[in-house]
């Protein structure tokens, strides 16, 4: 009987009672997975949790699932890096208070011996060169095939030189991974072929020598990645933990998040794998990466229209 | 949390949860199991075909129709259960409750009925003569119960889908390996892999022990 009631109660405890007892509340963030596998998300959530009541849940799946994660009622804000699937997020009635986080490049990386002849060149030039080379049978391109964010900009650079992603990808030498950025790269570096990969997870794959690739087209303006949080909107969803959501965006925002946000990873890699986006859009609002901000990741000219502001006008001064 | 630390709570709780999710399935999958191993019915064989078939459930298809039930915008959404360990716990007994029943009624099909016939000539009831037969299936009932639990520690689809992998929470052994072969890390997967093997090798071998002793 005792041990019974012991191992019962001790189960329950167990099982979450815990955490929501000590007077923790829960948020629910589901991002996309470049932010979470490097470790990045881990970081801020033990920063975040040491300063405040509440317990941040992380579900790393990849940007659209998240977006559907959020619309489902299973999530309180997102973390996602798809400038077009969020003004629809937004519009949709979704979510409110989106304020952009963090940027970097993406990279279009190569096998060494560069068969393309692409090194160098902008991102258009060297994807033409891939092209061309795929159809002579002398490379391969591989796609991530999945909708997340990366995928999202693989078929926006497509657009650009004129390529539609359904034609494209029925061509013999152009591969879809359907799966994430590191067995994408992995599969990449047994094929030879090039294909375009977060700054992140590249620079970690190749420091453990797990791919042997290296960046072809790197800083430019297509290449750029804009990450943003959206907070679910409560109108829609009266049960979202908005005001935690609210809190852990200002985090993100504030001077102390920021710096953790460009600092991580920089004793690894000797270069930062994120960099602070407040600064360039508040300070340097004329460098020429607030530009290219500006002209990718906003939407009528701002970082989050009026409509989607919510009660928080203080979000955006 | 240091990394020692974090393997043995993700080890941890994937033998609690695994562990709870073969008991509760066999709650009520032995039952069923040793009905349809005792008893002649109408419609018998396509039962044990079903649940037979239901065997060859893919996790990751589980794991799906199980978020789409469990969601806030679910049925059962208003229990507010993802990304808890109690769903991944509901979750697993639901993918291998087939198992259960499937072993348990082909090792109660299979006990002899020659065991039954003794048992009546001697003087037993129906019941005490079905109870005979389940006492000579203890070692095949078990023999379920370990596949079971086997099964449930070893999937991915149903623990990534419902509980969320989530830090601290509800992540667990083959969760973890997705993550971190994700992540590049190789060599840690492979040890959470050994560690995983361990486990269920340990408690095979426990199981087989006891069984050798009961029937000794």
Redesign the interface.
């Known amino acids: 009987m005792l041990t019974s009631s012991v191992s019962i109660s001790g189960t329950a405890y167990?099982?979450?009672v815990g955490p929501f007892a000590r007077g923790r509340t829960k948020l629910?963030v589901s991002t996309t997975?470049s932010l979470y596998?490097t470790?990045l998300l881990?970081t801020i959530?033990d920063q975040f949790e040491a300063e405040y009541p509440i317990d941040i849940?992380?579900?790393?799946a990849g940007s659209s699932i998240a977006m559907r994660y959020a619309e489902?009622?299973?999530a309180d804000m997102i973390l996602v890096h798809a400038p077009s699937e969020e003004l629809a997020f937004l519009e949709g009635g979704y979510g409110v208070c989106r304020k952009i986080i963090a940027y970097n490049f993406f990279a279009i990386v190569g096998p060494g011996n560069d068969p393309a002849k692409a090194e160098g060149l902008s991102p258009t030039q060297a994807l033409m060169r891939i092209v061309e080379a795929g159809r002579k049978g002398e490379t391969f391109w591989v796609s991530r095939g999945d909708d997340s964010g990366t995928h999202i900009k693989e078929k926006d650079i497509w657009a650009i030189i004129g390529f539609k992603w359904n034609e494209i990808r029925q061509e013999g030498w152009f591969m879809e991974s359907g799966t994430?950025?590191?067995?994408t790269l992995l599969i990449a570096e047994e094929k030879s072929a090039y294909t375009l990969a977060d700054l992140g997870?590249y620079l970690?794959?190749s420091r453990?020598n797990?791919i042997t690739l290296a960046i072809v087209s790197g800083e430019r303006k297509e290449l750029l990645n804009v990450y943003s949080a959206i907070a679910v909107n409560r109108t829609y969803?009266p049960?979202v933990n908005f005001e935690a959501a609210i809190t852990f965006i200002k985090f993100l925002v504030s001077e102390k998040g920021q710096r953790i946000i460009s600092q991580f990873g920089r004793d690894i890699y000797q270069q930062s794998l994120f960099y602070s986006a407040a600064q360039p859009l508040k300070q340097n609002a004329d460098s020429q990466v607030a530009g290219w901000i500006r002209e990718i990741a906003y939407f009528e000219g701002k970082e989050c229209p009026e409509r989607f502001q919510d009660d928080h006008k203080e979000l955006y001064d | 949390m240091s990394l020692e630390t974090e393997i043995i709570e993700i080890s941890a709780r994937a033998i609690i949860v695994s562990g709870s999710a073969t008991l509760l399935a066999s709650l009520w999958g032995l039952p069923i199991g040793i009905t349809l191993g005792l008893k002649r019915f109408r419609g018998r064989n396509l039962v044990k075909g079903f649940f037979n078939a239901l065997m060859g459930m893919p996790t990751v298809s589980l794991g799906l129709i199980l978020y789409l039930v469990f969601s806030r915008v679910g049925p059962l959404g208003f229990l507010h259960l993802l990304y808890t360990p109690l769903v991944m716990i509901i979750g697993q007994a639901v993918l291998i409750t087939p198992i259960a029943v499937s072993l348990t009624s082909s090792t109660v099909e299979s006990i002899d009925p020659d065991i039954r016939d003794l048992a009546r000539t001697l003087g037993a009831s129906e019941t005490q003569a079905s109870l005979a037969v389940l006492r000579e299936s203890t070692s095949g009932v078990l023999l379920a119960l370990i596949t079971s639990f086997d099964r449930a520690i070893a999937e991915l689809g149903v623990a990534l889908m419902l509980g969320g992998n989530i830090r601290g929470v509800t992540r667990v052994l083959t969760t973890s390996i997705a993550l971190e072969t994700t992540r590049g890390e190789l060599l840690l997967g492979m040890a959470l892999t050994a560690i995983l093997l361990l486990i269920v090798f340990a408690l095979n071998t426990l199981v087989n022990l006891i069984q050798r002793r009961a029937s000794v």
């Open positions: 167990y099982f979450g629910v997975t596998d470790g881990d959530e849940y992380f579900i790393s489902r009622g299973d994430g950025m590191g067995k997870t970690k794959y453990d797990l969803n049960e």
